[in-house]
């Protein structure tokens, strides 16, 4: 349960950096294409974290990390094109990409644990 809560913080976190994010390659680099799908999927990761922790059953927890987890891959796609891309710098992709992979990384401990734990 403790993972839950800290990717749940890291998720909000992280979900704040992707609409701070998105205001600047909107107003700044007047990008609003593809940083809109980062928009979407970044902060999708952590609503469907946070659905997760009310999950009815193993099932349904396991259901709600895994469209986080695949939520996150989509954002590591589009941070990637928009980084190739020079819309946005090299470290502000460095930073945010190293924060969704920690994300990443507690999203599929919890998902084996919670697995390994049912079965």
């Known amino acids: 349960m403790a993972d839950n809560n800290i990717v749940a913080e890291k998720s909000i976190d992280f979900a704040i950096r992707i609409v701070n994010c998105y205001n600047y390659l909107r107003e700044k680099k007047k990008e609003d294409v593809i940083s809109k799908q ?39 796609y589009w941070l990637t094109i928009l ?31 919670t697995k390994k734990n049912w079965t």
């Open 38 to 76: 980062m928009l979407r999927s970044g902060t999708s990761i952590g609503a469907n974290i946070h659905e997760g922790t009310q999950a009815q059953s193993p099932a349904d927890f396991i259901s709600k990390m895994s469209i986080a987890l695949k939520e996150a891959s989509e954002t590591s």
């Open 83 to 113: 980084s190739r891309t020079d819309f946005l710098e090299n470290d502000a992709y460095d930073s945010l990409k190293s924060d969704l992979d920690e994300i990443i990384r507690i999203l599929i401990s919890s998902i084996k644990t």
